[in-house]
């Protein structure tokens, strides 16, 4: 039996691997130095056609809606709405809301209700009226401008106008202008003035003079510290509501405007400020405001900003507003109340020496003592010469000096008694106090002179009881400090007359 053996083939080897080069590179074709490369005229045509087609685009334009809270406005808010109107760059819709008010408000409004139409260089341009009679209104202000915020909330921006405020025909323009031109603005405030040009009471011309002084000095503060605003006022500010919707969420507010504040847009800003954007004066924007032209309506208007800044300033809790006494937006407020108790040291003070230095016929005239008032008089000059529509009632209220003087006295006033109602606990509605003293009712404003007249009265009392060497002693060391602090009040004069406004124009 023969046995087979079945033999297995061997493999074939593999076939080598064959890695493919790569070509060498086509060698440059030379150069002519005649060549000359023709244009595609299809070419051009079409890239012509495209960058025309690109600038046709047009650029969204930002939305703005206007917000007016008004309470008994009948006098000003048909000039209110006119100057709204005459815009070149008018709002997209412009609500009026009417609170509490006991006058023709709504009456005189509907006249402007509705649409209407504006062709400037910026083209056709439409808005529309609206007027809002919510009744009784609890929160009075803060009420109505939370109620127009409600309508406008979805718009790019909100501009707050007072019943009683004019702009310039390019306000609305500039400020929309600046605040896009920077996402980090929440909200820019436009230059306040007051219009004098109504006043028909030698009582109110003055007292609107100094009011004129007093803004013109505060907006050039701002505009000179890198044009940071430390209020953004309601009379006519533009608020991103994005920033406004940001301050709600981080503060925990149903609403931008709170209630419990005596100063809401002070409030409003500093909490603009915390959600990390920036508030800003404009450069060029400018708005006229209502004046106060009696001695109780300003008294009533100026303790109530007063008292609500120092809450503001003040550390710790009182009642639901935080005093938040570091806060970069307060360093002007600081300022400026530091400033004003100089003010009355330096006031009070010679008047006492004076009176004390009479009773012993111990009263030498000193030729220097004519320097701090001269120096004021050039400071008072130079803030008229920054406003833009400054006229010779304002040159005559600077440059007297007189004038001037009783209404830092007034002021004085003012600064006292906000600081007493604020230590007293005092609690009261001070938005009523201030429509109470507008009708001219109320004698508040007198109470810090009849108490600096009882207390120099009795001063006076003890002081004729002391012996003559106790009453020189008392003299030889109150004239010495007195001296040094006037001194250092007018260096600090000197040097704000001698800083440059940089263009600005208050």
């Known amino acids: 039996m023969t046995r087979r053996t079945r033999t297995r083939a061997a493999a074939p080897a593999p076939a080598p691997v064959v890695i493919p080069q790569p070509a060498p590179p086509a060698a440059a074709p030379a150069v002519d130095p005649h060549y000359v490369r023709v244009p595609d005229p299809g070419m051009n045509a079409y890239a012509e056609q495209f960058l025309a087609e690109v600038a046709a685009i047009e650029e969204r334009r930002p939305t703005v809606g206007c917000v007016i809270p008004a309470y008994n406005e009948a006098e000003t808010i048909g000039g209110v709405l006119d100057s709204l109107l005459m815009q070149t760059r008018l709002p997209d819709v412009i609500h009026l809301i009417?609170?509490?008010?006991?006058?023709?408000?709504?009456?005189?409004?509907?006249?402007?209700?509705?649409?209407?139409?504006?062709?400037?260089?910026?083209?056709?341009?439409?808005?529309?009226?609206?007027?809002?009679?919510?009744?009784?209104?609890?929160?009075?202000?803060?009420?109505?401008?939370?109620?127009g915020f409600a309508l406008v909330s979805d718009f790019d921006y909100m501009l707050g106008v007072d019943g009683d405020t004019t702009p310039e025909p390019d306000a609305v323009e500039a400020l929309v202008a600046e605040?896009?031109?920077?996402?980090?603005?929440?909200?820019?405030?436009?230059?306040?003035?007051?219009?004098?040009?109504?006043?028909?009471?030698?009582?109110?011309?003055?007292?609107?003079?100094?009011?004129?002084?007093?803004?013109a000095a505060f907006n050039m503060q701002n505009l000179l510290r890198g044009r940071n605003m430390a209020v953004l006022?309601?009379?006519?500010?533009?608020?991103?509501?994005?920033?406004?919707?940001?301050?709600?969420?981080?503060s925990h507010q149903r609403t931008p405007w709170v209630n419990d504040s005596e100063v809401e847009d002070s409030l409003l800003s500093l909490q603009i400020k915390s959600a990390g954007y920036l508030t800003k004066i404009s450069a060029s924007a400018r708005a006229h405001v209502g004046g106060m032209t009696t001695l109780r309506s300003l008294d009533a208007q100026q303790v109530k900003w007063n008292f609500g800044a120092i809450d503001l300033m003040w550390p710790g809790q009182r009642g639901d507003t935080r005093g938040q006494p570091l806060h970069p937006n307060l360093?002007?407020?600081?300022?400026?109340?530091?400033?004003?108790?100089?003010?009355?040291?330096?006031r009070v003070g010679f008047l006492l020496l004076l009176i004390g230095s009479l009773t012993i016929d111990a009263f030498v005239f000193q030729a220097w003592w004519l320097i701090p008032p001269t120096v004021a008089i050039l400071l008072n000059l130079k803030v008229v010469r920054s406003m833009a529509n400054a006229n010779k009632r304002d040159y005559l209220f600077a440059g007297t000096l007189v004038q001037a003087e009783v209404y830092m006295w007034v002021r004085m006033g003012h600064f006292v008694r906000a600081w007493l109602k604020f230590f007293s606990h005092q609690q009261s509605d001070n938005w009523a106090a201030q429509a109470k003293a507008e009708s001219g009712r109320g004698s508040a404003w007198l109470y810090p002179y009849l108490t600096l007249l009882v207390v120099v009265l009795a001063g006076l009392a003890i002081w004729v009881q002391l012996s003559v060497d106790l009453r020189s002693a008392v003299l030889a060391v109150g004239w010495p400090l007195l001296g040094i602090v006037t001194v250092i009040q007018t260096a600090w004069m000197v040097l704000k007359i001698m800083k440059r406004n940089r263009g600005f124009q208050s």
């Open 98 to 147: 009417v609170n509490n008010t006991s006058d023709d408000t709504v009456e005189i409004a509907s006249h402007w209700a509705g649409k209407h139409e504006r062709t400037t260089e910026l083209g056709t341009q439409t808005t529309e009226i609206y007027v809002h009679d919510i009744g009784v209104n609890p929160d009075k202000k803060v009420g109505a401008l939370n109620h």
């Open 179 to 215: 605040i896009t031109s920077d996402d980090r603005i929440g909200g820019i405030s436009a230059i306040y003035s007051i219009d004098d040009s109504a006043m028909d009471t030698r009582v109110g011309r003055w007292l609107v003079a100094g009011q004129r002084a007093q803004f």
């Open 233 to 250: 006022g309601g009379q006519f500010s533009l608020f991103s509501t994005r920033a406004l919707r940001e301050v709600m969420a981080q």
């Open 331 to 346: 360093r002007l407020r600081w300022f400026e109340h530091a400033s004003m108790v100089l003010n009355i040291l330096t």
